[in-house]
């Protein structure tokens, strides 16, 4: 009967703890924010296997106007402390979005249609929590927004 409670104390606190470990951080960090368009921030958890989940670097846009906005922007990263040449794929790291007048759009890991929007950032070893970081640097640059 001991053994029994043991375990299921055991099994309990370890539930508290990966859910601890696992779960959402739902404050998003302001990044940039115009008289047009608002972006913020956030890194997100998927969970995509047994072993290892991912982290994501997500994005969420706001348009601050009353039209429909259109916007543009690249994107430069470094992992493990050495920038990435964009220059090789621009497709992949320019991006656009379309908004419509106050409308809000969030990347993020089950969101397929924004999925394009979010860039890995370190596995996550399910069991340990242990983070393997890759990306330790992002600048969005060229910035703009255009009225439809």
Known sequence: MKKTLLNATLFCGFLLLSNTLFSQNNSWEEYFTDNNIKIEFNYQVCDFSSTASQEFLVFRFTNLTNNNITLDYSIDLWNNSKEVNTELNTDEFRK?????????????????????????SSFVHNTTGEKYVTLTKFELTNITTTHE
Do not use: P, R, Y
């Open 96 to 120: 656009t979005v379309k908004l419509e007048a106050n409308e809000t759009l969030s990347s993020s890991c089950e969101n397929n249609e924004m999925k394009k929007f979010t860039v890995f």
